[in-house]
């Protein structure tokens, strides 16, 4: 015989497969193989083809396709013998799905060996059905399926209840013809009926509100004797199961009760008294009991309040976290997060053992006791939690100690009692895994040290000390260089010395030379190296007498390969060389950094409002008086809470909002232009009405770094152009001119307006409404474009409260004149004009862009139109 003809036997085809020493002989087998089995199904072979079938699910197993052979399953369905319909099922869940078309043609076949008079066929059914069973089929045959929960065999009934959970979950309004066969399966005694009974009442509560009432008014109470009987039943060698009787059905009956319990205080009162008793009973020394055990809790802990329960359900979950099983701890804590929301109290009995288990060996285990223990923190207990973590911070595996320092700084912030402890606690932190702090904790640390001015002394010298042992952590260095920066001359004078500090004596040199290794090091990064030459140049005004070793040390950079370091050493060399009648103004002291701007600004939070210079409201076009933060936001279709943190090093994370690339200009120009402020960082998208007015700072930010852009300030000479603005990290805007002082910025006059023309666009076109946008450039200001915009209602309807918006890139400024009008005539009987002036500083490079809004009322309806305008002319 041909061995791969359609007689081969099913062993020789898996021995050829297995033989086969490289996947191309396999596909080699199996192509041989199939082809053999099609010629057979196109001769309608009926002596090998439940033989064909079987290498077909092996074929299928191994991931070949065997779609050629669906309608075989069907044929061996349809045959009278059990052999061939065994075979023909078992194909028929392997080859196909639910959602196979072919799958409606075996319905009638299915329906039929349902009312067999052979029990095995009707077993086969019943699997089958419970395997594959559609929506459709599901309707077909459900009074099929009904009528076979109440079979005299106590394996068919097992299965129908089994076939009766599909049926429900595929039509869920089918199941309220199951409710009472399935309350009657309850009573049963057979305990696999019984365990499928309950499973089916169990998904019928989930997904039917009328079945969870019926099975509360009728089942509750022989639920609850069940499982007493359970409980108390002898020993039974056919459900034992290391000592204890059918621990599967006693899970299964403690979930039902769970969902009945669940939102019903009579039903939970009903089943208090067995949970009582199976949670003392159940030995919990074999893992079978422990099953039960936690699956009690869970019961327990989701059906209404009952005070003495839930405390003993919480000790069961303390007994789990003492196990040497790492399985069952890890489902403690899991248990535990939950618990912890319903009774506090009860979790933070056992808080030694779930500090434990954050020192465990485990890192899964390691990681969730983490959460429980961050969980657990309140102000009554945040001391001692905060002392044990940053005690196991010292001793900690570095995979973990990322994780850990964020939980101990999220607590001390959150939690913090007084300021002296916050600081205490992040200069520990700082200490031990400064490498695994966030840049926004060090961030605040340094805001609420500038709040703090009674303890500006204790921070630099406590820093100071700090550093001296632990001078490998960079963002301890920094926050270091930082404070002596500023307070180096408290640190020297110990000004401000409190009662529980140990006196030190720190010469000028002393604090000079912390600075001097710290931008020594190898590993300090550009950040490191920036702020200790800001740090430097401040104390060559605070220690005259170091002032030439500071120099010394500054000039060393002028030829950095890094730019920024370059730049900064050669204008602080100036500064320091030339210029000594204006350094004590450029190094005063940073203002006081407002703490709850700095959150607002860290949660990603907008102002509520934003205020000029002057404090009024910004006024938008039209004069609509309206806070600003709301329409700006929403002209660019996002929201507050969606806004990333704004911080030094984060860059411009709006610049490519429009699609198109958006590199900020070396230098802005303009006086037209709106600031953007700490607490609005949109402002600079969207320029409307009168600018507020330009404010100076004398002082350096000393967290600037290079990667905030290109300063546009030489510290050397003169500013090139009187009007030129210099951008802080603040936000301010102020001219620096270091021979002259510090002045603000001169008025510029208007150009008038003439030059070339332009063709004129249509700029935006919707059914109601057209906007025309006319162009002129003014003179000898090539890149200031002045628009002229011309909107006309194309509708019968005027047009009330007519609003204009606009939106450009951070490469474009962007100044919008008040309307003409705020009412526009219906059916282009007039129109409205408003002027935008544009100035482009990539003329040349970039075309012009803008996003537009247009908002207003039409028969007391509110309108609005949005639309992006890209078709600008090229040379604007």
Known sequence: MNPFSSGTRLR?????????????????????????????????????????????????????????????????????????????????????????????????????????????????????????????????????VERLLQFRDPNIRKKAALCSIRIIKKVPELAENFMNPAAALLKEKHHGVLLTG???????????????????????????????????????????????????????LLKLLSVLGQGDADTSDAMNDILAQVSTKTESNKNAGNAI??????????????????????????????????????VALNMLMKAISLDSQAVQRHRATILECVKDSDASIRKRALELVYLLVNKSNVKSLTKELIDYLEVSDPEFKGDLTSKICSIVEKFSLEKIWYIDQMLKVLSEAGKFVKAEVWHSLIVVITNASNLH???????????????????????????????????????????????????????????????????????????????????????????????????????????????????????????????????????????????????????????????????LPNGVAKPTSAPLIDLLDISSDDIPAASPSDGNFLQDLLGVDLSPASSQQGTNQIQKSGTDVLLDLLSIGTPPAQSSSPALDILSSGQNGKRSVDLLDKLASPSAQVSTPLGSSSVMNLLDGFGSNPSVPVAKVNGPTYPSIVAFESSSLKATFSFSKESGNPQTTVIEAQFINKSPNIFSGFLFQAAVPKFLQLQLEPASSITLPASGNGSITQKLRVSNSQQGKKSLIMRIRISYKMNDKDILEEGQISNFPRDL
């Open 12 to 144: 020789d085809m898996i021995r050829a497969i297995r033989a086969s020493k490289t996947a191309a002989e396999e596909r080699a087998v199996v192509r041989k193989e199939c082809a053999a089995i099609r010629a057979a199904i196109s001769e309608n072979d009926q002596d090998y083809r439940h033989r064909n079938l079987a290498k077909l699910m092996f074929i299928h197993m191994l991931g070949y396709p065997t779609h050629f052979g669906q309608m075989e399953c069907l044929k061996l369905i349809a045959h009278p013998g059990f052999p061939e319909k065994r075979i023909g099922y078992l194909g028929l869940m392997l080859l196909l799905d639910e959602r196979q078309e072919v799958l409606m043609l075996v319905t009638n076949s299915i329906k039929q060996d349902l009312n067999h008079t052979n029990q095995y066929i009707v077993g086969l059914a019943l699997c089958a059905l419970g395997n594959i069973c559609s929506a459709e089929m599901a309707r077909d045959l459900a009074p099929e």
């Open 198 to 252: 309950v499973q089916l009442c169990t998904d019928m509560c989930k997904v039917s509100t009328e079945a969870l009432e019926y099975f509360r008014k009728k089942c509750i109470d022989g639920l609850v004797k069940v499982l007493k009987d359970l409980s108390n039943s002898p020993y039974a060698p056919e459900y034992d199961v290391s000592g204890i009787t059918d621990p599967f059905l006693h899970v299964r």
């Open 293 to 330: 055990l936690y699956e009690c809790v869970a019961t327990t802990m989701s059906i209404e309040d009952n005070s003495g329960l839930r405390v003993l359900a919480i000790n069961i979950l303390g007994r789990f976290l003492s196990s040497r099983d790492n399985n069952i701890r890890y």
């Open 457 to 619: 002394g204790y921070s630099v010298r406590s820093l100071y000390k700090a550093v001296q042992t632990a001078h490998e952590q960079e963002t301890l260095i920094r926050v270091t260089v930082w404070c002596i920066g500023e307070y180096g001359e408290m640190l020297v004078n110990n000004s401000g010395v409190l009662d529980i500090e140990d006196p030190i004596t720190v010469t000028e040199a002393d604090a000079v030379d912390v600075v001097e290794t710290a931008i020594g090091r190898h590993s300090s990064d550009l950040t490191t190296q920036a702020m200790c030459l800001i740090s430097l140049l401040k104390l060559s005004s605070h220690f005259p007498s170091c002032s030439k070793r500071i120099n010394d040390i500054i000039f060393q950079y002028k030829g950095s390969l890094v730019l920024e370091l370059q730049q900064r050493a050669m204008e602080f060399n100036s500064v320091i060389g030339k210029h000594s009648k204006i350094r004590s103004s450029l190094v005063e002291r940073m203002p006081v950094l407002d703490e709850a701007t700095y959150s607002g600004r860290k949660a990603g939070s907008v102002s509520p409002s934003v205020l000029t210079s002057q404090g009024a409201p910004l006024k």
